[in-house]
C-alpha cells in the first residue's frame, strides 16, 4: 500500500513538472495601492497618481476604478525604474533612473527628462505624455492613413497594448482582466490580452520572469522574442490579414511575431506590401524575420547580445544565452526600442557611430561583424 503511495506521488510530482503550471505573475498588494471606490477620502480625491510634478495632466476618476491612468501607475518620473509602493511593484516606462531602463525603453527621452535633449523623433509620441509628434502624424509605412493617428496612445483605439481598434475603446477598458490574469515567463498562446507577451494582443514571448523582470539586463537575462524564418504577407487575406475575419477592427499580427506586431500600423514602406520584403537578397529594405545566415560575416554572431537582440522561431522554454546563426531571426527590436530610445528614430544605438573600417563595435557590427 505504501509503495502504490509513493509511485503515485512520484507519478503526480512527475507531471507536474512535466506539464508545468503557467507562472501567473498577477500584480500584488491591497486594492486601495491601486483601486479607488469613490475616488474619494476626506473629501479629498484619490485618484491622484501622476497628478503632480508630471508635464502632463492627469485626472480622475479612472475606468477600472484605479488611481491613475496607464502612465499614473507606470510613469511616476521617479529616479527609479520599479516603483514599490504599498508592497505592490510598477513597472516604469517614464523614469529617471541613471542605472538603465526596462527592456521596452523610456518616454523621458522624448522629453528630455533624461538623455541628451528632447526630440520627437527618439520614440514614439503616445499622448498621455502631452507632446504629439510634429512631423509624423502617421505610422510610416502605414498601409491605410487612419484617424487618429496624432493621437497615438499607450492601448486601445490608435494604441499598441490591449485589444485595438475603433470597436474597443481606448485605454484601460482595452486591458481589462489582464492585470490579475497576467502571466509570465513562456507565452505561446496570445489569443487574449492577458496571455499575449506584455499585453500586446496577439504577439507571443517569453517574459523575463528572474531577477530582473521586466528588463533585458544582459545576456543571460533577457526577455526572449518570437520570430519568423519569413516576413508576415498583409496582403495574403487582404484586410484580415490586420483586421481578422468578419470585418472585426480588432488590429493584431496573424503570425503572433514582434515584427508583423510592428507591420500592423509600418508594414508598407513605400507601399511595398510587408516589413522585410524577401528572405533574400536583393534587399529593397532592411530584412525582418529572417533567418541570420549560418554563413559569412553573420556566423560570428553567437553570443545573445541586448543592444542587437534576435529572435526564436519556438518560443523556448528558458532565457538562453547564445545566438544559433541558421535558426535566430533578425526583428524589428534588432535596431529599435519599443517606447522611446536616447537617439533618432528609435534606434538602439547612435547611427552616427556606426562608421565603417573605423574598428567599431556593437550595433550594426553584432551581426555585420567584419564590416567594422
Ligand atoms: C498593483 C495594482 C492593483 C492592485 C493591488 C489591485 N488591482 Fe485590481 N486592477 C488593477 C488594474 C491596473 C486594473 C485595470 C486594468 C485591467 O483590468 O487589467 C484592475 C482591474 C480590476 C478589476 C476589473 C478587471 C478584472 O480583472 O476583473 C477588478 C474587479 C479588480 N481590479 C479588483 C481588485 C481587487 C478586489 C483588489 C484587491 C484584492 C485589486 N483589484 C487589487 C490593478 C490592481
Ligand atoms: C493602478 C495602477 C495601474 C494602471 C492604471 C495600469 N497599470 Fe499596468 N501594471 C501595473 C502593475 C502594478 C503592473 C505589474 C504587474 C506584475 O507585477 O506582474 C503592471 C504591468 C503592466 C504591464 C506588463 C505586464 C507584464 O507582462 O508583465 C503592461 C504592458 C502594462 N501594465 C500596461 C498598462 C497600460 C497600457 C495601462 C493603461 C491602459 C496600464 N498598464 C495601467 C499597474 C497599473
Ligand atoms: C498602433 C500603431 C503602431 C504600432 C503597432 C507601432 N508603431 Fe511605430 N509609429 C506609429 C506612429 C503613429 C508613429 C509616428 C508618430 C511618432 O513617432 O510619435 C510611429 C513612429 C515610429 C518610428 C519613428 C519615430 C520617429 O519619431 O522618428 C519608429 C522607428 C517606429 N515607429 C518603430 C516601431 C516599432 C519597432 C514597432 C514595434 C515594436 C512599432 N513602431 C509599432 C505607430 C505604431
Ligand atoms: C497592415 C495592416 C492593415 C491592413 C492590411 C488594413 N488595415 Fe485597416 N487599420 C489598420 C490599423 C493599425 C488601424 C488602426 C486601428 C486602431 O485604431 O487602433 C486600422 C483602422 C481601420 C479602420 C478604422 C478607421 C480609422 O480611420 O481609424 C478602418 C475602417 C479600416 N482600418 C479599414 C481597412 C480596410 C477596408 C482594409 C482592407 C482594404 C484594411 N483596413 C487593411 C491596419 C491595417
Ligand atoms: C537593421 C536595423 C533595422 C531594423 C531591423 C529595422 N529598422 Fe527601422 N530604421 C532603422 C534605421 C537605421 C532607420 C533610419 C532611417 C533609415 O535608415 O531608413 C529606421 C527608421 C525607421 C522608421 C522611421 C521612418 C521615417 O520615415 O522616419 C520606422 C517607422 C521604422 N524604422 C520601423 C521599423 C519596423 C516596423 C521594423 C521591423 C518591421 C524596422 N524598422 C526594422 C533600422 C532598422
Ligand atoms: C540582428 C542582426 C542584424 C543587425 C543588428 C543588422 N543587420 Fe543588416 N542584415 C542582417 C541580415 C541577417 C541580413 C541579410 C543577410 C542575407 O541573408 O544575405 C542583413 C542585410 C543587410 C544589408 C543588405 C545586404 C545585402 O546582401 O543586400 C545591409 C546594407 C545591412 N544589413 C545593413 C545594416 C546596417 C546599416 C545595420 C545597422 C543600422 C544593420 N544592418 C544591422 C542582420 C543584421
Not at 491622484?48 to 477600472?64: E, H, I, L
Not at 515567463?185 to 520572469?209: H, Q
Not at 517606447?339 to 573600417?357: F, G, I, Q
Request: proline share 5%; glycine share 14%; with cysteine.
Amino acid at each position: 500500500m505504501n509503495n502504490i503511495v509513493t509511485y503515485l506521488k512520484i507519478f503526480i510530482v512527475g507531471i507536474v513538472i512535466y506539464f508545468p503550471f503557467p507562472l501567473y505573475s498577477a500584480i500584488t498588494g491591497t486594492c486601495s495601492n491601486c483601486h479607488t471606490m469613490h475616488n474619494s477620502q476626506n473629501a479629498s480625491e484619490m485618484a491622484t497618481y501622476g497628478a503632480s510634478g508630471q508635464p502632463w495632466t492627469d485626472v480622475g476618476p479612472y475606468p477600472g476604478l484605479v488611481r491613475g491612468d496607464c502612465l499614473g501607475c507606470h510613469g511616476m518620473g521617479t529616479a527609479n525604474k520599479i516603483e514599490t509602493l504599498g508592497g505592490s511593484q510598477f513597472p516604469q516606462v517614464y523614469h529617471l533612473d541613471a542605472s538603465g531602463d526596462l527592456a521596452g525603453g523610456n518616454f523621458a527621452y522624448i522629453l528630455g527628462a533624461k538623455g541628451s535633449g528632447a526630440s520627437d523623433a527618439k520614440g514614439h509620441n503616445v499622448i498621455e505624455i502631452g507632446n504629439t509628434d510634429d512631423l509624423l502624424t502617421q505610422p510610416p509605412g502605414r498601409r491605410h492613413d487612419i484617424t487618429g493617428f496624432q493621437s497615438l496612445t499607450c492601448a486601445g483605439t490608435s494604441g499598441c497594448h490591449g485589444k485595438r481598434g475603433t470597436i474597443q475603446g481606448s485605454g484601460i477598458p482595452s486591458l481589462k482582466g489582464s492585470h490579475h490574469g497576467n502571466i509570465d515567463g513562456k507565452l505561446d498562446t496570445a489569443d487574449d490580452v492577458y496571455n499575449s507577451y506584455r499585453f500586446l494582443n496577439g504577439v507571443k514571448g517569453f517574459e523575463n520572469n528572474g531577477t530582473f523582470k521586466w528588463q533585458n539586463k544582459d545576456a543571460n537575462n533577457h526577455n526572449e522574442y518570437f520570430g519568423s524564418a519569413s516576413p508576415a504577407s498583409f496582403d495574403a487575406t487582404g484586410c484580415q490579414s490586420c483586421h481578422g475575419p468578419h470585418g472585426n477592427l480588432e488590429v493584431k499580427p496573424l503570425n503572433k511575431t514582434m515584427s508583423g506586431f510592428c507591420g500592423t500600423c509600418h508594414g508598407y514602406f513605400h507601399l511595398l506590401e510587408g516589413i522585410g520584403g524577401d528572405t533574400s537578397s536583393p534587399f529593397t529594405r532592411h530584412p525582418n524575420d529572417i533567418i541570420l545566415p549560418d554563413s559569412s560575416e553573420y556566423a560570428a554572431y553567437t553570443s545573445y547580445s541586448v543592444e542587437a537582440p534576435v529572435a526564436r522561431q519556438v518560443v523556448p522554454d528558458t532565457i538562453s544565452g547564445s545566438v544559433t546563426p541558421g535558426s535566430d531571426v533578425v526583428i524589428c527590436l534588432s535596431c529599435h526600442t519599443a517606447h522611446a530610445s536616447n537617439y533618432p528614430d528609435m534606434l538602439r544605438w547612435d547611427y552616427d557611430t556606426m562608421v565603417t573600417e573605423a574598428g567599431g563595435t556593437g550595433g550594426c557590427f553584432t551581426c555585420h561583424t567584419t564590416k567594422n
